[in-house]
């Protein structure tokens, strides 16, 4: 990954955010559950979208359940969030592709549907209903991609359902490339909105259960090592939810920024038009399975 040293912003410690609405899919677990947090703790009005709600206690975090495996459901859900007034949404929903193939009641790849394909129909639901002032904190809205763009990963677009061949990092591989090329097609499709791809790196969280099996050896091991090395949920969302209201990223719509909030390079080879034949080709995956 390649840092552009040319971007820099500084950050501002969450307070008094009252005024402030953001919607976090994915926010009940995670990375996107330690964001939501930390904009609640600010004061800040937050929905998060997910399975199961472990913020009960929060008085301001609104809970919406969806199973995200399902596009239909998917888009349902959308359609249903009120985003009239959220200053930003962030997509956190994911999973890692398991040993073996997993397929969705939808005939998906299952970590295609969870980690990918759902933003995809969710973000033309939402992002029209989005306005487009600028607002009191200095911004237009904002939507977040959160997976792991800038690392080269190009993803495999002809087989992006994995029925040809199979292997859970090749498979992951998919839904992080479709990820960064969501980042640069809305780009250039919505001009009331501005989009960003966020890279955690490596955190101790529940995205491997699917690969190791949840509370397996194996993952207490992994997690275990991963939890040793590397910053917890708490630690990189006390670092990155400035970043999310930083004024400086007006100028960078489409920028990508790893753990640190430092920019990133797109990564090599993934020009806008790449990106949009990826989108293409993924609608086309779910065309053929009647869910566009
Ligand atoms: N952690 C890492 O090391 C790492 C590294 C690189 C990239 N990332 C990316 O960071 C993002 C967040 O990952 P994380 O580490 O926070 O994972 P996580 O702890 O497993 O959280 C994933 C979130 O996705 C939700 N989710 C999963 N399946 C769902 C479904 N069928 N329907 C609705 N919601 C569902 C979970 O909600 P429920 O708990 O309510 O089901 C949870 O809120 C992902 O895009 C991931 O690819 C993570």
Do not use: C
């Amino acid at each position: 990954m390649r840092i552009d040293k040319t971007f820099s912003w500084i950050p501002k410690k969450l307070a008094n955010l009252g005024d402030l609405n953001i919607t976090v899919v994915g926010g009940t677990g995670g990375l996107g559950r330690a964001i939501s947090r930390s904009f609640a703790d600010a004061g800040a009005n937050v929905t998060v979208v997910g399975q199961t709600f472990r913020d009960e206690k929060q008085k301001n975090i609104k809970f919406v359940r969806a199973d995200l495996s399902s596009i239909n459901e998917s888009r349902k859900v959308a359609r249903e969030l009120d985003v009239s007034s959220t200053h930003i949404l962030v997509f956190t929903t994911g999973i890692f592709a398991a040993s073996k193939r997993q397929e969705t009641s939808e005939g998906l790849e299952r970590d295609m549907a969870v980690s990918f394909l759902n933003r995809m129909v969710m973000v033309p639901e939402l992002v029209p209903r989005m306005h487009s002032k600028e607002n009191f904190y200095g911004f237009i809205p904002r939507v977040f991609i959160m997976a792991y763009p800038g690392s080269n990963q190009l993803g495999n677009i002809d087989d992006l359902n994995s029925e040809k061949s199979y292997g859970s990092m090749k498979t992951h591989m998919n839904t992080v490339a479709g990820n960064e090329a969501l980042v640069y097609d809305s780009v250039s499709k919505y001009k009331n909105v501005h989009f960003y791809g966020l890279n955690p790196g490596l955190v101790k969280t529940n995205i491997r259960n699917n690969l190791f099996g949840e509370g397996s050896w194996t993952s207490k091991i992994m997690e275990g090592l991963i939890g040793w090395f590397t910053h917890t949920p708490e630690q990189y969302a006390s670092g990155i939810s400035p970043l999310l209201i930083a004024k400086e990223l007006e100028g960078l719509n489409g920028g990508i920024f790893n753990k640190n909030g430092e920019s990133l390079y797109p990564s090599k080879g993934f020009t806008p038009e790449y990106a949009s034949k990826y989108i293409k080709a993924s609608e086309d995956l779910l065309i053929s399975k009647n869910l566009f």
